[in-house]
């Protein structure tokens, strides 16, 4: 196996000239799970911070790039990534480092998008090169988008297979100044969808809920300034009273509880397939239940779940029509493929796209349909 590692976008855009075979492309190689190109090429090298301005809240930086670099330079402003970005490289055993060109390639949105948005509504603008070798710029400083195409909608979430990222830009938020996080204990699946829903729809600006099937207990964030976050967790707890035994998780303690759940820490220890499902929150449990996972959790107001099956099921055979997608984030099979089979318009336009910009099939082929 070979492995490539450009240091620059010309140095990029020469190996992709002259490939003649498919690629895998990646960064940290922390978060895909398929089977291997005999060529790879990782963007570990195309590392740095182009430029940083905290009064505008804006960031650009090389596709390479740690995660943990960026996130350590944003706190130091009193600064974030406002759509949390999780990370699969423990649950994956990688030992690699996540990339912010890692998590805008993946869409990698965590618990607050439900509050905040997804990674995508946070991109500015992309430099990548595409299948052909050709340097592309979108957004960002370069505002002109003569393609027709909104590339960085596109590119976020394409999993490499439009082009491989060299450069992003993207916003950052402030940082809470105090978060706290109300749990309730001892409820069923139906609960606590139910009290997700009641919280989420109330005015207390919840940014987080999750509920571990594992314990029972379901974890509701509440963010902002000091005074406003101790009044609404007060008015949360009593608007959620019905629901029996309660408790609340310091700063310091829910700092540490969202920061393991990002790495996804309830699944960690599993030995099988992980998945994660999409679905009207309404429809969360029925489709847990169908699902038939040994463990999981819920995210996203019941709306995103993860959980745990035996290697190799096939969970969308096991699940049968259902609104919504599912997708492997570990576990290899060679009939099963990894992310949703799309309907036939959209695969048709997913296609051509991919012929648009890679019309020799060379990056990460077979990975989206």
């Not at 599993?270 to 819920?298: H, L, N």
């Not at 995103?304 to 609104?323: M, P, Q």
Request: charged share 20%.
């Amino acid at each position: 196996m070979s492995l490539f590692q450009p240091t620059d976008e010309q140095d990029l855009s020469d190996m992709l000239r002259s490939a003649d075979a498919p690629v895998r492309v990646l960064g940290g190689d922390t978060r895909g799970e398929y089977s291997d190109p005999a060529t790879q090429i990782s963007t570990a090298k195309m590392s740095g911070i182009v430029d940083y301005v905290p009064g505008a809240l804006t960031m650009i930086a090389k596709s390479g790039t740690p995660l943990s670099e960026i996130e350590a330079l944003l706190a130091k402003e009193g600064q974030q990534l406002a759509f949390e970005p999780y990370r699969l490289g423990a649950l994956l055993g990688r030992k690699g480092s996540s990339t912010i060109g890692g998590v805008f390639a993946t869409n990698a949105s965590g618990s607050r998008r439900i509050q905040a948005g997804a990674a995508r509504d946070f991109l500015l603008g992309v430099r990548f090169v595409d299948g052909e070798g050709h340097l592309i710029k979108n957004g960002g400083r370069v505002m002109k988008n003569v393609t027709g195409y909104d590339l960085v909608k596109l590119m976020c979430g394409s999993w490499g297979t439009l082009g491989i990222m060299s450069e992003v830009a993207f916003k950052t938020l402030p940082a809470p100044e105090l978060t706290q996080t109300l749990v309730l204990h001892q409820l069923d699946h139906a609960q606590a969808v139910a009290a997700m829903s009641q919280a989420l729809g109330s005015s207390y600006e919840v940014s987080g809920t999750v509920y571990l099937c594992a314990t029972q207990s379901l974890y509701l964030r509440v963010e902002g300034f000091s005074n406003s976050v101790s009044y609404r967790v007060t008015a949360l707890r009593a608007l959620l009273g019905e629901y029996g035994e309660q408790e609340v998780l310091d700063h310091d303690a829910s700092l540490a509880f969202w920061s393991d759940l990002r790495d996804v820490s309830p699944l960690k220890e599993d030995k099988g397939d992980i998945w994660r499902i999409s679905v009207q929150p309404s429809d969360g449990v029925e489709t847990f239940e169908r699902a038939g996972f040994r463990t999981g959790f819920y995210d996203w107001s019941g709306g995103l779940i993860w959980g745990s099956v035996a290697a190799g099921t096939d969970l969308r055979a096991r699940l049968g029509h259902f609104e919504g997608h599912a997708t492997r984030l570990r576990g290899l099979s060679e009939t099963v493929p990894k992310f949703q089979p799309q309907p036939e318009a959209l695969a048709r336009l997913s296609q051509g796209l991919r012929k648009q910009f890679d019309p020799r099939g060379l990056l990460n082929p077979g990975l989206m349909g």
